[in-house]
């Protein structure tokens, strides 16, 4: 089994920063990212990161603006938010996934997630 922590969300002003981090605990885990759901939409993805020979991916929307990363070490991942906007607002989960499938943007591909973290951007 596969436990995941997230940390570090927030209440920030438009065009702050936050960083959020997600610390993996179990089974070896091939890929981790963040999806994010606001009220009355659905989940999306927002990054993603492979573990062994990291190759990042990001939705066109957080492009340039979010960074994804991970510590080997402490089996965590990090999503580093710059230029915040109120767009942004909606809770953020952590996801893990087994295996390297070509679905990294599909909520179906990840068979772990966390509990979720609010992040609030004000206008």
């Known amino acids: 089994q596969v436990q995941l922590v997230e940390s570090g969300g927030g209440l920030v002003q438009a065009g702050g920063s936050l960083r959020l981090s997600c610390a993996a605990s179990?089974?070896?885990?091939?890929?981790m990212g963040w999806f994010r759901q606001a009220p009355g939409k659905e989940r999306e993805f927002v990054a993603a990161?492979?573990?062994?020979?990291?190759?990042?991916y990001y939705a066109d929307s957080v492009k340039g603006r979010f960074t994804i990363s991970k510590d080997n070490a402490k089996n965590t991942i990090y999503l580093q938010m710059n230029s915040l906007k109120p767009e942004d607002t909606a809770v953020y989960y952590c996801?893990?996934?087994?295996?390297?499938?070509?679905?990294?943007?599909?909520?179906?591909?990840?068979?772990?997630w966390g509990q979720g973290t609010q992040v609030t951007v004000s206008s």
């Open positions: 996801a893990a996934s087994l295996y390297n499938s070509i679905l990294v943007t599909d909520v179906t591909a990840y068979h772990y």
């Open positions: 179990g089974r070896t885990l091939s890929r």
């Open positions: 990161i492979t573990w062994s020979a990291p190759s990042t």
